[in-house]
């Protein structure tokens, strides 16, 4: 069984979330993009960000053509705070203060810890960690006016569990779900905070992950992909839609109580 093999839809009301405005990051491609459409089913405006503005609109664009909802896009760099500024603000301008922030842009970049240089852990850092950090800051304040609001962040199976040749990867991932835990106890009520946590998903992310083993290893592209497919407890690829049906539940005025919680999303129990 592989992930073309599951069956999934959007299963809530195309008006539930209608007259909010969900925001997300990394939102043209991968968990991302699936994100995007499934708020974008449930009735909300999307704004969507991403570095590459040729993706921005192409992502836009699509929800355009499938969905009955106003949409703005922005290129950005989550992890400079001018540009996420810039962006939140003329998202703000466009459909209005955020109520639903998914923090989903981020890396996977990995390295033996030997050959982790200070580079590379810092790119990692800024973009997985200081990016969530940034675009949190950009709307808590709103947020914590308005009495309400969403934000859901998406961290990894590796923010619950270690795995090697990942050091950088999995110590940011690790932080996201402690900045999600804090963040949840300090919001007001009306305010949830949760991280989303998939096992590997088949995004292009994986994809290119892929082939830098293979490139590194000589292994066959089916023998690493069957590698990192047993790493998950369900034995396959997760489907971006089957994370981004999780966010649009987390979205939901009606999951109130759920909040500072780290869910994952990988066929079955993560062990330590």
């Known amino acids: 069984m592989d992930a073309s093999d599951v069956q999934t839809g959007q299963s809530f009301s195309a008006t539930v979330l209608k007259g909010q405005h969900a925001l997300v990051t990394g939102g043209s491609r991968g968990i991302g993009a699936a994100a995007t459409e499934q708020l974008a089913a449930m009735g909300a405006n999307v704004s969507v960000l991403s570095r590459s503005a040729e993706s921005v609109t192409a992502q836009q664009k699509k929800l355009d053509d499938a969905y009955d909802v ?12 001018d540009d996420i500024e810039r962006s939140f603000g003329e998202a703000v301008e466009a459909l209005g203060p955020i109520d639903i922030l998914v923090n989903n842009a981020g890396t996977g970049k990995s390295a033996p810890f030997h050959r982790t240089t200070m580079e590379l852990w810092q790119e990692i850092m800024d973009l997985n960690l200081t990016g969530t950090f940034l675009c949190t800051q950009q709307v808590w304040g709103s947020m914590r006016k308005k009495g309400y609001g969403r934000i859901i962040n998406i961290a990894s199976i590796v923010g619950l569990r270690g795995y090697p040749y990942i050091a950088a990867y999995c110590a940011s991932k690790h932080a996201v779900v402690g900045l999600t835990k804090t963040l949840a106890l300090e919001a007001a009520d009306g305010i949830t ?26 292994r066959s592209a089916e023998e690493t992909r069957a590698e990192i497919e047993a790493i998950n407890a369900g034995g396959r690829m997760i489907t971006p839609q089957e994370v981004a049906e999780m966010v649009g539940w987390l979205a939901l005025p009606s999951s109130a109580s759920v909040t500072g919680q780290s869910i994952a999303i990988s066929g079955g129990p993560v062990a330590n």
Do not use: H, L
């Open 193 to 218: 905070v949760n991280a989303v946590c998939p096992g590997y998903t088949d995004t292009d992310m994986v994809a290119g992950a892929i082939e830098n083993i293979v490139e590194k290893t000589g």
């Open 70 to 81: 106003n949409t703005f896009g922005s290129a950005a760099d989550v992890s400079k705070a």
